[in-house]
């Protein structure tokens, strides 16, 4: 079993008055690809050093299978990590490179080309073995690296922004045969980002982290609809989540000329924490344009200043028009629109938020509220 468990643990590195990674508790089961992902310093590259042996465990433990690993050297607990760069020998050629780790372990010869002949084959590299790094692209450097960890037939794989090198087309492209790949292997993989569309395409779950601390762990599909915070919800979503500050009027939730229902599930929940405020969020594919003449409730005005073509798709970003709400006026609305039909720069257009598409979420502890 290559089952993978954080037990509270915990890093703090000398001098810090927080921790880097704040009592995290967090499974990945066998066979499992979970993408860790946040923004810079928010703990994931830390969390994934201390599974690999490279950064002490403070407090807490971790255990890989059925052995913890908490205290263990990097070489005892049977992973291999593949980093940012390549870290690949220039003077030795790809099949050298990929069998280097079996040769310091003394595997035997046939056995060591064995692997390295079935590594290049899921890869991809079996034309370039003789070759040296140099003579390869960025994209077939990152695949020797990934050859080099599939060769040694770990329990779990760690990688560390293994993409970010690359340029923009070859990253979607290596990203897609990095999720494939570890499919067909269907080994534990562990896999840092802080690029949230990379983990939304390629990981069964995503961990979301912020501070060192834990902020939700889900399916793709249900982090991006059920976001269990602010924070989440204004992180996952390219492009991002139209959230605001809502004051509460009665059965309503006002912001400016915006004004929208709530249900009586959301008012319990505001009345119990004693608050008359709620932060309210919308995608920019939950709203649809409507006439001038509209003005029910989730409909409010925008005036147009940048609308991105992008074929298939278009987004809208604008301010909202006729308001004096501060909140609001700091705010850039962005919306989904018919490609075939896009507004222009400088125009203004009524906007309805989809009833039942808005997120809600509390002004005091930033949790999601009951809808």
Same mark, same amino acid.
């Given at each position: 079993m290559a089952?993978?468990?954080y037990d509270s643990?915990?890093?703090?590195?000398p001098g810090s008055?927080?921790?880097?990674v704040?009592?995290?508790?967090?499974?990945?089961?066998?066979?499992?690809?979970?993408?860790?992902v946040?923004?810079?310093?928010c703990?994931?590259?830390t969390?994934l050093?201390?599974l690999?042996?490279?950064?002490?465990?403070?407090e807490?433990?971790?255990t890989?299978?059925?052995?913890d690993?908490?205290?263990l050297?990097?070489?005892?607990r049977?992973i291999?990590?593949?980093?940012?760069n390549?870290?690949l020998?220039?003077?030795?050629?790809?099949?050298?490179?990929m069998?280097?780790?079996l040769?310091?372990?003394?595997?035997?010869?046939?056995e060591?080309?064995r692997r390295?002949?079935?590594?290049?084959?899921?890869l991809?590299?079996?034309?370039?073995?003789?070759?040296?790094?140099?003579a390869?692209s960025?994209?077939?450097?990152q695949r020797?690296?990934?050859?080099?960890a599939?060769?040694r037939e770990p329990?779990?794989f760690?990688?560390d922004e293994p993409l970010?090198n690359?340029?923009?087309?070859?990253?979607?492209?290596?990203r897609?045969?990095?999720a494939?790949?570890?499919?067909?292997?269907?080994?534990?993989?562990?896999y840092?980002?802080?690029?949230q569309?990379?983990a939304m395409?390629?990981g069964d779950?995503?961990? !979301?982290?912020?501070?060192?601390l #834990?902020?939700q762990?889900? =399916?793709?599909l *249900? @982090?991006y609809r059920?976001?269990?915070?602010?924070?989440v919800?204004?992180?996952?979503?390219?492009?991002?989540?139209?959230l605001?500050?809502?004051?509460?009027?009665r059965?309503?939730a006002?912001?400016?000329?915006i004004r929208t229902r709530l249900?009586r599930?959301?008012?319990k929940?505001?009345?119990?924490?004693?608050?008359?405020c709620?932060?309210?969020?919308?995608r920019?594919e939950?709203?649809?344009?409507v006439s001038h003449?509209d003005?029910?409730?989730?409909?409010f005005r925008?005036?147009?200043t940048v609308?991105e073509?992008?074929?298939?798709?278009a987004f809208?970003?604008?301010?909202?028009a006729?308001?004096?709400?501060?909140g609001?006026?700091?705010e850039?609305?962005?919306?989904?629109?018919?490609?075939?039909a896009?507004p222009a720069k400088?125009d203004q257009?009524?906007?309805?938020? !989809?009833?039942?598409?808005?997120q #809600?979420?509390?002004a005091? =502890?930033?949790? *999601? @509220?009951a809808?």
């Amino acid at each position: 079993m290559a089952r993978v468990l954080y037990d509270s643990a915990t890093r703090i590195y000398p001098g810090s008055d927080r921790p880097a990674v704040d009592s995290l508790d967090l499974e990945v089961t066998d066979g499992e690809f979970l993408v860790l992902v946040g923004p810079s310093g928010c703990g994931k590259s830390t969390s994934l050093r201390m599974l690999a042996g490279l950064e002490r465990v403070d407090e807490g433990r971790i255990t890989i299978g059925d052995r913890d690993v908490t205290h263990l050297p990097p070489r005892d607990r049977d992973i291999a990590m593949v980093f940012q760069n390549y870290a690949l020998y220039p003077h030795m050629s790809v099949a050298d490179n990929m069998g280097f780790a079996l040769r310091v372990t003394k595997v035997p010869k046939p056995e060591r080309d064995r692997r390295i002949r079935e590594a290049a084959r899921l890869l991809d590299l079996e034309e370039f073995l003789d070759r040296k790094p140099k003579a390869l692209s960025g994209g077939q450097r990152q695949r020797v690296a990934m050859g080099r960890a599939i060769v040694r037939e770990p329990k779990v794989f760690l990688m560390d922004e293994p993409l970010s090198n690359l340029d923009a087309k070859l990253r979607v492209q290596t990203r897609t045969q990095v999720a494939a790949l570890q499919r067909r292997l269907g080994v534990t993989m562990v896999y840092v980002t802080h690029d949230q569309v990379e983990a939304m395409t390629m990981g069964d779950r995503v961990a !979301v982290l912020k501070d060192g601390l #834990l902020q939700q762990v889900d =399916t793709p599909l *249900r @982090l991006y609809r059920h976001p269990a915070n602010v924070f989440v919800a204004g992180f996952i979503g390219s492009p991002a989540m139209n959230l605001a500050e809502y004051r509460v009027e009665r059965e309503d939730a006002v912001a400016g000329a915006i004004r929208t229902r709530l249900t009586r599930e959301t008012l319990k929940a505001l009345e119990a924490e004693g608050s008359d405020c709620l932060i309210l969020g919308f995608r920019p594919e939950a709203v649809e344009i409507v006439s001038h003449n509209d003005q029910g409730h989730g409909t409010f005005r925008v005036n147009v200043t940048v609308v991105e073509e992008l074929g298939s798709d278009a987004f809208l970003y604008g301010q909202y028009a006729d308001t004096t709400d501060p909140g609001l006026l700091e705010e850039t609305v962005i919306a989904r629109v018919d490609p075939n039909a896009p507004p222009a720069k400088g125009d203004q257009i009524r906007l309805r938020i !989809v009833p039942g598409k808005e997120q #809600l979420f509390s002004a005091v =502890t930033g949790r *999601r @509220l009951a809808a």
